[in-house]
């Protein structure tokens, strides 16, 4: 089991940044970002992979980064330029004794352990 923490959430208008957070019980690969606007499926934003290298969905590339302090047991992404649909619930998720590489990262059925989300608000 990992447990995980989001926090860092907010509202700011288009254009403008958020830096999120997630604070896990322990370091494990894959660990990812993933967001679920109202009426919408959960979606795959960003995730590190097996490897240690990121990987992001089409629609936050050039836009959001993904990284982390293995010191601090922390995972952050940086998500600038945002758009009104980048308005969302975000949740970090990871996985144990689980293997991916590249974009098959982002599927959300490879993950088991899920924090309680943050929200993400973008005005236009």
């Known amino acids: 089991q990992v447990q995980l923490v989001e926090s860092g959430g907010g509202s700011v208008q288009a254009g403008g940044s958020l830096r999120l957070s997630c604070a896990a019980s322990?370091?494990?690969?894959?660990i990812g970002w993933f967001r679920q606007a109202p009426g919408k499926e959960r979606e795959g934003v960003a995730a590190?992979?097996?490897?240690?290298?990121?990987n992001y969905a089409d629609s936050v590339k050039g836009r959001f980064s993904i990284s982390r302090d293995n010191a601090k047991n922390t995972m952050y992404l940086q998500m600038d330029s945002l758009k009104p649909e980048d308005t969302a619930m975000y949740y970090c998720?990871?996985?144990?004794?689980?293997?991916?590489?590249?974009?098959?990262?982002?599927?959300?059925?490879?993950?088991?352990?899920w924090g309680q989300g943050t929200q993400v608000t973008v005005s236009s």
């Open positions: 998720a990871a996985a144990l004794y689980t293997y991916c590489r590249g974009s098959s990262c982002l599927g959300i059925h490879l993950y088991k352990n």
């Open positions: 322990r370091n494990t690969n894959p």
């Open positions: 590190i992979d097996s490897t240690g290298s990121p």
